[in-house]
């Protein structure tokens, strides 16, 4: 049996003092039960607990550590930043290194401006989008995630489009009653949000969902929606916080071709610290201030520790592009390998890979949108997400994320998480 004693008494001292005990709520595991590890170390494709446990880790902070925990470049660089001061309040050559890094590599993207998260990237996109459309109304996708600012913690309702309700309690419905919810997938639903509002500014997709699960967009799909959004003014906001420098180097770019009028970058471009960036057109972004009348503003971003954790990390990733072709095949070994389990077991099992991002939900029928994925067998992925930590593998507590690979992945590992989890099927099965 696995000692978790260090793990659930951290937990309860956390209680008393953190709300849930956690900075970020699914951390909680109040999705699945059971008790979040409390965790001492991370190193390669490995999480350490405080009981000593180690975890092949899916989660990767989910999604920036792309080259894995405490990857040794990475590490030296950033320390070797800290000698020099850890935030300036000034503007740094570091800064317009990684804006040229990333503009060079993401499609579409002329300017860019770095913030603390992928909530500010998208919370400033919006905004900016606002202004420079006039228009009040935005568009987002029932289960996609962009963050939690006010405008975007909307619930969709049962039609093909509808104003949204908030998600929150203290999210006034005078901020969300202009954003609308569409349903993924489909581009009638993004014609009747249209119909429904003459005065739709921005529509904010995540071109590969990643927060409902993996639910890439089809090219029907995201295609469409450019042209929509050419014919009717809107600013089309490509959110790829997860998916930019994750999917592939290029983002969602080479899956569908789509450039958005803006982007959001978060996760994989500050390796592990808080960084995250939007951009896109120039004249669009050169409506922020203190060249336009758009405010936006942060002490500490661009801070040169985070800018040096993102500027080695592309810096590693370029060195080597066959890192996504060398995931995108351990991701496609994992899933070929788990649906012939699944299906000597009888169990109904849906799944999808985009570069180093895997997705798999326990359902009969393909998933292509929020309510496919929501009649995925959550009970039965508690039952299985417990099994698979207990034999020391770190799947995200929650049926509705995407698992991520990084650099150290190898088959061995994959493999031997194969293993694992025919045992624990077995298990499962066998009423244990
Ligand atoms: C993670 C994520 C965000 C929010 O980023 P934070 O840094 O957690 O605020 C926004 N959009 C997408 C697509 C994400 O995956």
Not at 53 to 80: A, C, T, W
Not at 356 to 384: L, N, P
Request: one cysteine or more.
């Amino acid at each position: 049996m696995q000692q978790i004693l260090h793990s659930i008494n951290d937990f309860n001292e956390a209680k008393q003092v953190i709300p849930g005990g956690v900075n970020s709520p699914v951390r909680a595991f109040g999705s699945v039960g059971g008790t979040p590890r409390f965790i001492k170390e991370g190193k390669g494709a490995y999480l350490i607990d405080e009981d000593g446990n180690s975890y092949v880790d899916f989660v990767q902070s989910y999604g920036p550590l792309i080259l894995g925990h405490s990857h040794e470049i990475v590490v030296r660089e950033i320390v070797k930043a800290v000698h020099k001061g850890l935030s300036y309040g000034a503007p740094t050559e570091l800064e317009t290194s990684l804006a040229k890094e990333i503009i060079s590599v993401c499609e579409g993207v002329e300017k860019i401006r770095l913030v603390n998260s992928g909530t500010e990237a998208t919370m400033s996109a919006i905004r900016l989008a606002r202004a420079f459309s006039g228009k009040d109304d935005i568009i987002k996708f029932e289960g996609c995630y962009h963050g939690h600012s006010d405008s975007l913690l909307v619930k969709g309702g049962s039609g093909l489009a509808t104003f949204g309700e908030t998600s929150s309690k203290g999210v006034i419905a005078d901020i969300t009653k202009h954003t609308l919810v569409a349903k993924y997938n489909s581009l009638d639903s993004v014609r009747e949000c249209l119909r429904l509002s003459k005065n739709v500014g921005a529509i904010i997709v995540e071109p590969i969902a990643g927060n409902m699960g993996l639910v890439p967009a089809t090219k029907d799909f995201l295609q469409g929606l450019r042209e929509l959004c050419d014919k009717e003014n809107i600013v089309l906001i490509l959110d790829e916080v997860m998916s930019g420098f994750r999917a592939s180097f290029k983002g969602s770019y080479p899956f569908y071709g789509v450039q958005g009028d803006l982007c959001t970058l978060g996760k994989v471009i500050g390796g592990g610290m808080p960084l995250a960036a939007f951009g896109g057109r120039s004249d669009i972004m050169d409506m922020l201030s203190p060249v336009g009348g758009v405010y936006q503003a942060g002490t500490l971003s661009g801070n040169p520790i985070a800018v040096t954790a993102g500027l080695a990390t592309l810096g590693v990733i370029k060195q080597d592009l066959n890192l996504y072709t060398h995931l995108e095949n351990l991701a496609n070994r994992f899933v070929n390998g788990f649906q012939e389990i699944a299906m000597q077991y009888h169990i109904a099992l849906q799944t999808s890979v985009r570069g180093s991002m895997i997705g798999f939900f326990f359902a009969q029928d393909s998933v292509y949108d929020w309510d496919s994925a929501a009649k995925a067998d959550t009970q039965f992925y508690s039952i299985f997400h417990a099994k698979m930590l207990e034999k020391g593998v770190n799947f995200a507590p929650s049926q509705f994320e995407t698992s991520f690979l990084c650099a150290p992945f190898n088959n061995d590992i994959i493999d031997s998480v194969l293993v694992k989890i025919e045992e624990s099927f077995k298990e499962i099965k066998a009423g244990q």
